[in-house]
C-alpha cells in the first residue's frame, strides 16, 4: 500500500493532506450536529414550560447552560423582551444572523478540499502522461519499461486518490448544507414561537 502510494509522486503529499483534513472536518461537523439537536431538544423543552410561566431567569439559565445557536437566539429575544414586538422580531433576526454562521463553520473549506482534490488528482494525471510520453519519445517505439510504468502509475494513482479524497468530501458537505438549511428553518419556527409568547400573543 505505502509503495503504491510513493507511485503517486509528489502531488500524493498535498492529496492526503487534504484527505487528513476533510477527515476532521467531517468527524467534526457530526459530532457538532448530533451535540446540537440533542442539546436543542432539551432546550425547547425547558423554555416552552418556563416562558409559560414567565420564569425567564430560569429560561435564561438553560439557555445559557445549552450553549447553542438556539440558545443564543432565544437569550437574546429574553434580553430584549421588554421592547415592542417590531423591535423585539428586529433584534432576534440581527442575532440569527450572528449565530447561523456558527452551522456552517467549516463547511466551505470541506467544499474546497473536494474540488481541489479532483483537481490535484487530474494535474497528477497530466504530469504521469507527459512523462509517459517523454519516455515513448526518448526511448524510440516503447522506451525503457520500467520507467513508462512509473509515468504511468503516478497517472493513474494520483487520479484515483484525488477522488477518493473528494468524492466524500463532496458528499459530505451537501448532506452538511442541508442540515443547516434543515436547522435555520426549524431554529426561525421555534424562535418566532418565542417572541409570540414574549409579546403575550400566545401563551
Known amino acids: 500500500m505505502l509503495q503504491t502510494l510513493k507511485s ?3 502531488l500524493m503529499i498535498p492529496i492526503i493532506i487534504c484527505g487528513i483534513l476533510s477527515c476532521y472536518i467531517i468527524i467534526e461537523r457530526c459530532i457538532y450536529f448530533f451535540s446540537v439537536r440533542q442539546r436543542d431538544k432539551l432546550l425547547v423543552r425547558d423554555i416552552t414550560d418556563c416562558l409559560s410561566v414567565g420564569d425567564y431567569e ?3 439559565s438553560q439557555c445559557a447552560s445549552a450553549d447553542t445557536p438556539l440558545a443564543q437566539v432565544v437569550l ?3 434580553d430584549c ?3 415592542d414586538e417590531r423591535d423585539l422580531r428586529d433584534m432576534v433576526e440581527a442575532e440569527m444572523d450572528l449565530a447561523i454562521p456558527k452551522f456552517e463553520h467549516l463547511l466551505t473549506p470541506l467544499g474546497t478540499i473536494a474540488n481541489i482534490a479532483t483537481l490535484l488528482g487530474l494535474l497528477g494525471t497530466v504530469t504521469g502522461n507527459i512523462k509517459a510520453f517523454g519516455v515513448l519519445g526518448a526511448g524510440g517505439s516503447m522506451g525503457d519499461p520500467a520507467l513508462l510504468a512509473a509515468s504511468i502509475a503516478e497517472a493513474l494513482v494520483t487520479t484515483v486518490a484525488g477522488l477518493c479524497v473528494s468524492i466524500p468530501a463532496l458528499i459530505f458537505h451537501n448532506f452538511f448544507v442541508s442540515r443547516v438549511n434543515k436547522r435555520i428553518v426549524e431554529m426561525e419556527a421555534q424562535i418566532t414561537t418565542v417572541v ?3 409579546s403575550g400573543r400566545v401563551r
Open 8 to 10: 503517486g509522486g509528489i
Open 58 to 60: 430560569r429560561c435564561a
Open 76 to 78: 437574546r429575544a429574553l
Open 81 to 83: 423582551r421588554h421592547y
Open 196 to 198: 409570540l409568547k414574549l
